[in-house]
C-alpha cells in the first residue's frame, strides 16, 4: 500500500511538472531553458515511475487518473505539434530565426569548417596531381572544361524547369546532409567535405584553364545562399547527432526529441534561401548579364542575409521560444 508520506514526498515533483507544462502551454516548448527542458525529461520519467508504483495501490485509484492525466499533458508537450498560422510562420522567420541561429552558431561554424577542409582537400589533391580531377570529375566534364565551355548553358534555354529541378536538388542535399545526423553524423560529415572537395576541385580544374572568372561570376550570384544553407543544414544535423551521441540526464529518447526540434528550426530557415538560390540559379546565374552585375547581386544579397542574421546578436536577450514551428 502507497503510504501517506510517500505521496507528500512525491507531491512536489508532480506539482514542478504541473508548473512546467502550464509554461509551455502558454509561450510553448521553448519557453524553456536547457536546465528546465532536462528538468522537464527528468520529471516525466519519475512521474512514470510514480504512476507505476501507484497503479499497484487499489486504494490509490485518484493519485493514478491524475498522474495518467499529467503524463499524457507531459507527452503531448513533448512530441506533439502546435497549429500553425501564417502569422506565426512569419513571426518564427523575421523575429526568431535570427535568434535560433545565433544560438547554434557553433554547430554551423563547425559545418562550415568541415566543407573549407574538403575544398581545401580538393584544391591540393588537384593541384599535386591534375590527372585526380579527371578521376573525380569524370572525363566529361574535364573535357568540357578544357575546351573553356561551361556546363551550364543547358540551363538558359529551360530555366523555369530547370530552376525548379535546382531547388529540389538543393533542397534534397540539404535535407540529406540535415538527416545525415541520425547516422551518428557519419554521413553529415561526409556530405560536407564532399561538397566542399567538389568546389575545390573545380576551382582549381576552372583555374588551370582560365576559367576562373566564369565559374566564380556563375557561383557567386546563388552561392552567397545555397552555401551558407547547406552549412546551417549541416550545422542541424551536427546537433541531431549531438543529442544521439550526448544525452546526457535526459533519456536518449529525450534528448533526440529535444535535440531533433531545435535541429528542425535550424533547418527550415534554409528553406527560403534555397527557393531564392535556386531561382536566381536558374534564371540568372547562367545567363549573358555582365559579370559586373553578377558579382554587384551576390554582394548586395550577402549583405542583406548578413544584416537578416544579425538581427540574432541585436537580440541576444530575448529567448527564440515565443512561437513553436
Not at 510514480?50 to 499497484?56: E, H, I, M, N, Y
Not at 575546351?147 to 538543393?170: D, R
Not at 534554409?270 to 558579382?295: D, Q, R, W, Y
Amino acid at each position: 500500500m502507497i503510504s501517506v508520506s510517500w505521496l507528500k514526498k512525491r507531491q512536489p515533483y508532480w506539482a514542478r511538472l504541473e508548473s512546467l507544462l502550464g509554461d509551455i502551454k502558454q509561450h510553448g516548448l521553448h519557453a524553456l531553458g536547457r536546465d528546465e527542458l532536462r528538468e522537464l525529461g527528468l520529471l516525466y520519467r519519475q512521474t512514470a515511475t510514480d504512476l507505476s508504483a501507484v497503479r499497484g495501490d487499489t486504494s490509490s485509484v485518484q493519485q493514478a487518473r491524475y498522474l495518467n492525466q499529467l503524463l499524457g499533458r507531459a507527452h503531448n508537450a513533448l512530441y506533439s505539434g502546435q497549429k500553425k498560422t501564417v502569422g506565426r510562420v512569419a513571426q518564427f522567420f523575421w523575429n526568431e530565426y535570427p535568434v535560433i541561429f545565433r544560438q547554434y552558431l557553433r554547430y554551423t561554424l563547425t559545418a562550415t569548417g568541415l566543407f573549407a577542409l574538403g575544398a581545401l582537400a580538393g584544391m591540393f589533391l588537384t593541384l599535386s596531381n591534375p590527372d585526380f580531377m579527371r578521376e573525380f570529375l569524370g572525363p566529361q566534364m574535364v573535357s568540357t572544361i578544357e575546351k573553356h565551355e561551361m556546363w551550364t548553358h543547358s540551363v538558359v534555354s529551360a530555366a523555369p524547369q530547370e530552376s525548379s529541378f535546382i531547388m529540389t536538388n538543393n533542397m534534397t542535399v540539404s535535407f540529406m546532409t540535415f538527416a545525415g545526423g541520425i547516422t551518428a553524423g557519419l554521413w553529415t560529415l561526409f556530405q560536407l567535405f564532399f561538397n566542399g572537395m567538389m568546389l575545390g576541385v573545380i576551382g582549381v580544374a576552372c583555374g588551370m584553364n582560365q576559367m576562373s572568372v566564369k565559374l566564380w561570376s556563375f557561383v557567386a550570384p546563388h552561392g552567397v545562399l545555397e552555401l551558407p544553407a547547406i552549412f546551417i543544414a549541416g550545422g542541424a544535423g551536427l546537433r541531431l547527432a549531438q543529442a544521439l551521441l550526448f544525452p546526457g540526464t535526459l533519456s536518449r529518447r529525450d534528448s533526440l526529441a529535444v535535440g531533433g526540434n531545435e535541429a528542425v528550426r535550424l533547418l527550415v530557415g534554409v528553406i527560403p534561401m534555397l527557393i531564392v538560390a535556386g531561382t536566381i540559379e536558374g534564371f540568372f546565374s547562367p545567363s549573358s548579364v555582365p559579370v559586373p552585375f553578377k558579382f554587384t547581386l551576390a554582394a548586395v544579397l550577402f549583405t542583406m542575409f548578413v544584416a537578416y542574421l544579425s538581427r540574432g546578436w541585436r537580440k541576444e536577450g530575448v529567448a527564440p521560444h515565443t512561437t513553436s514551428l
